[in-house]
């Protein structure tokens, strides 16, 4: 993962900024190279959208679904 | 299998008043005979675990130890109130510590399942492997929360916790009707309408003083003056419920001596001056006038332990804030007057001779019945 964006992630946890969180893992998911790790930043996204009732909980759901990950 | 205490004789308890003894002093000061009790009289009835009001929001979810049970009274996104077990299904791990408003899902903080506030799990994240959120052996559909069986009448949220409980309106049918004239909505005065007094005491004891009028001129002399003994009447209905009744409830009223708080509607005559104050068995105590009702929900901390969770309900929404706390100092008064009273019963428990006591005919029947009910589901669970 690209430097920068590790050290935000690790800062929105350490905040507890949730938003953030799905904002951050969100972004990490859009620049991953191969579908493992997409899903694997796309199922953290997924779960601080759903706790928080994000509105890109249902996009985010979505594409795991269509990967067959959710 | 060998039991590690003494059965208690409950026999002398389920005689006629004339006759009866209280409870024995076991069912206040020891710990295993609390135990057994509590299987019989707190866990297999409808008990009182707390208010809607603590839960007013959507989403509003608050943890509660019921006996040292890890519970979570939430109320869902349409409005529903429910009890669960506060405990992930996964690996049984506490989903709550403190009160807080669910925005989306209650999110266990071990492994990130995720459950709908209205208990169903909705994401098990990694359950398959990193990034792979399901597994065939996990179906969420058989993993929701473990619900409580609960009941809300007059914004109690009784607790059924065995499960076979005849239906609450089954079981409290003869109440619901003697109160079916105060069947409107209930508004909760909000922050300034609720407070809690701790007891070093068995919450039998804060029932039993509650029930009846017997203890009022002398430990609420402030009464004598308007709210005399021969005012008030037993409220007795043996198997059922107890209290007391008064026909010379005075109005709350303002500085400038208006009725400060709006009526009920539609209430009778007899409510003008009439008052009840009567406990659903076995925890909650209720009090109903033409212009406020309280309600007291008994938390068994311990057999020695209790918390009176205690809130104070009006007709309308739109009542004053300055009255509203004169009304709860004047009740926090009242009750706290009470206090010695349960404390110095808990302290008389460790006599060894005490037989559980006498009970006047006249004026102690309510208590009776009480005993009689306890004593009668004990008698049921023992089999």
């Known amino acids: 993962m690209d430097v ?5 992630i690790l800062t929105a946890h350490a905040e507890d900024d949730r938003a953030a969180l799905v ?3 969100s972004r990490a998911a859009d620049l991953a190279e191969d579908v493992d790790t997409e899903c694997f930043f796309l199922t953290y996204a997924h779960i601080f959208a759903l706790e928080l009732n994000h509105p890109s909980q249902a996009n985010l759901r979505a594409r795991l679904v269509a990967y067959g990950r959710e | 299998m060998a039991k590690d205490y003494i059965q208690t004789d409950i026999t002398s308890v389920q005689q006629p008043v004339e006759q009866a003894n209280g409870l024995a002093n076991a069912h206040y000061i020891d710990p295993a005979t609390f135990a057994e009790e509590s299987e019989a009289v707190l866990k297999s009835t409808w008990a009182g675990l707390a ?3 603590d839960v007013p929001n959507l989403g509003d979810a608050k943890p509660i130890q019921f006996l040292g049970m890890p519970l979570l009274l939430i109320r869902d996104k349409d409005g529903e109130l429910r009890v669960f077990e506060n405990i992930c299904r996964h690996r049984g791990m506490q989903l709550l510590r403190e009160a807080k408003t669910i925005e989306g899902a209650i999110r266990c903080p071990y492994h990130s399942w995720c459950y709908s506030t209205k208990g169903r799990l909705v994401s098990t994240p990694h359950v398959g492997g990193a990034g792979h959120n399901t597994h065939p052996s996990i179906v969420k559909d058989d993993l929701g929360l473990n619900e409580v069986r609960s009941y809300i009448w007059r914004d109690v949220v009784f607790i059924n916790i065995s499960g076979d409980a005849p239906e609450f309106t089954e079981v409290h049918a003869d109440l619901i009707a003697r109160w ?4 409107s909505p209930l508004y909760h005065g909000g922050a300034d309408s609720r407070f809690e007094l701790e007891l070093a005491a068995n919450y039998k004891l804060a029932v039993e003083n509650y029930c009846e009028s017997y203890h009022l001129p002398w430990v609420h002399p402030g009464l004598n003056s308007y709210s005399r003994l021969e005012d008030h009447y037993n409220i007795v209905e043996y198997g059922k419920f107890s209290g007391q009744g008064t026909r010379v409830y005075r109005q709350f009223k303002a500085e ?3 009725a400060a708080f709006p009526d009920f509607p539609d209430l009778s005559e007899k409510w003008d001056e009439g008052a009840e104050y009567i406990t659903v068995y076995p925890n909650v105590l209720l009090g109903v ?3 406020h009702a309280f309600t007291i929900v008994l938390e068994p901390k311990a057999h020695n332990k209790t918390v009176e969770h205690i809130h104070l309900y009006y007709a309308s929404d739109d009542t004053l804030a300055k009255n509203r706390a004169v009304n709860t ?6 009750f706290e007057e009470d206090i010695f009273v ?3 019963m808990q302290s008389g428990r460790h006599a060894p001779t005490f037989d559980g006591g006498r009970f006047s005919p006249v004026m102690d029947e309510p208590t009776h019945c009480y005993h009689d009910w306890v004593a009668g589901r004990i008698a049921q669970h023992r089999g």
């Open chain 1, 4 to 8: 920068a964006l590790d050290d935000l």
């Open chain 1, 23 to 25: 904002t951050l893992y």
């Open chain 2, 180 to 183: 079916s004239e105060f069947d």
């Open chain 2, 329 to 334: 100092r004047q009740w926090k008064e009242v």
């Open chain 2, 256 to 258: 400038d001596g208006s």
């Open chain 2, 51 to 53: 208010v809607g009001a």
């Open chain 2, 289 to 291: 006038q033409r212009d």
């Open chain 2, 342 to 344: 349960v404390e110095g």
